[in-house]
């Protein structure tokens, strides 16, 4: 198995099992359920991807993710995994997933009743992160070549917190994973449609 992909497979199982803030899932759970939207969205390969690997970030943290809302849920870990996310896959995994946390904001700006439907975790942490994006900051973040991809997934973050459903193993999207290390020229362009 190449190391990087050792090295997601540790992650997931060292930390994988944490709770997932105070939503009813694991960190784990939330990652497969929101690669299991994106395939059953029939999304191309970097975007499952990006939806498995989108929270790599808090799993990676010192810290276990806080528990409760009355903390700041900022940790910015949309960032933490973004460098090695790019040397491992390329652009078209790392953008979206840099780009998740904006992309909620922005939904929440642009989109009538998207605030009203996110979880309290949800709700409280787009507080933390800045709340409603300004129209400037908008205008550029439609324009940004993962516009599309990032709020896509964006969407499936949001709806992966079902402690009942059932998803495919994390060692079922490997071979994936392997095909977008095997080409990072291809993994590095955009994916929009």
Known sequence: MHPAIEFIVHCFETKGDGV???????QRQHALQSAKLATDNQACDSLVAAALLHDLGHIL???PMPDSRQKN???????????????????AVAEPIGNHVLAKRYLCTMEPGYLEKLSPTSHKSYVDQGGPLPSAACRQFESSPF???SLQLRRWDDLAKDPNLKTPTLESYIPLLERLLATPTESSKSTQR
Not at 20 to 26: F, I, L
Not at 79 to 91: E, N, P, S, T
């Open 20 to 26: 997932y803030g105070d939503e009813q899932v694991t």
């Open 73 to 91: 849920l900022d940790d910015r870990h949309e960032y933490r995994a973004y460098d090695w996310l790019v040397d491992a896959f390329g652009k």
């Open 61 to 63: 943290a010192d810290d």
């Open 147 to 149: 516009f599309d991809d």
